[in-house]
């Protein structure tokens, strides 16, 4: 009876989870020789467990190099279930929200979309029923500009070539050199604004949280409705909300 749990085991499963754990300890990417070496498998092997995972959508591939995806949050999501995935970012959104009394959200990319991870919703009802693990396209968001705004020129460029881009709304910028440049213009402001084109009458303001190294890793922001506040105001009095926020939530990244 000693060894019957080792009978029980799925090897290749263990392999497997072993894989993501040693991707999870490297964000930046791994090449298949790293993972192969880190794993203990020959690259072969190492090839399927890395080509399975993104198959699956919990790795992606950039040439040579293989990532952990945010899919991994929709499982987190259900462990956890309900709570925030940030429970140290929470306070200071909720004291932007009780500010504004409007909403405040935290996201991550994922893929063409935005996945929510925290949301601190608003007094006011807003249209768009939102929750963590909801998904909005990255490029007509806020927070998916803000997001997107980390990516190199080279990847900005192939996600647009890509992307499906569609009009929602009269406002919605669509020709994707116009969403180059504004996605470009976000990187070079720390913000990004977003006047109706996700839908008539709802404006967001987003501003990036950066990891240790001060690559963009998620994006808070808070959504109104226009008739609220103004573009100026929105500049003017959440904008330096939404930074002091950030620069709270980036202390612990920073531990």
Request: net charge positive; with cysteine.
């Amino acid at each position: 009876m000693a060894d019957q749990p080792s009978r029980d085991l799925v090897g290749s499963l263990q392999k497997g989870l072993d894989v993501m754990a040693i991707l999870a300890a490297h964000p930046a990417g791994m090449t298949l020789t790293e993972v192969a070496g880190e794993a203990g498998l020959t690259r072969a092997g190492a090839r399927r467990f890395l080509l399975t995972l993104t198959a699956s959508g919990y790795a992606r591939q950039d040439r040579r190099r293989f990532a952990l995806t945010p899919r991994l949050l929709g499982l987190a999501r259900q462990w956890l279930d309900g709570t925030s995935l940030w429970p140290f970012a929470e306070p200071h959104m909720r004291q932007v929200a009780a500010t504004l009394k409007e909403s405040c959200s935290a996201a991550v990319l994922s893929a063409q979309d935005v996945v929510y991870v925290a949301r601190v919703p608003g007094e006011r009802i807003m249209s768009v029923a939102l929750h963590v693990g909801a998904r909005l396209p990255a490029y007509c968001t806020s927070m998916g500009r803000v997001l997107l705004s980390g990516l190199t020129e080279d990847e900005l460029r192939r996600f647009l070539d890509h992307a499906e881009i569609r009009k929602l709304t009269e406002k919605t910028v669509t020709d994707r050199a116009k969403l180059f440049a504004v996605i470009c213009q976000a990187s070079v402001d720390g913000y990004a604004l977003v006047d109706e084109e996700l839908e008539i009458g709802l404006r967001s303001i987003a501003v990036p949280i950066r990891d240790r190294s001060g690559k963009v890793v998620a994006a808070v922001n808070v959504s109104t409705q226009s008739a609220r506040f103004t573009v100026a105001a929105m500049k003017r009095e959440i904008l330096p909300l939404l930074g002091r926020a950030a620069g709270q939530i980036e202390a612990f990244f920073a531990v």
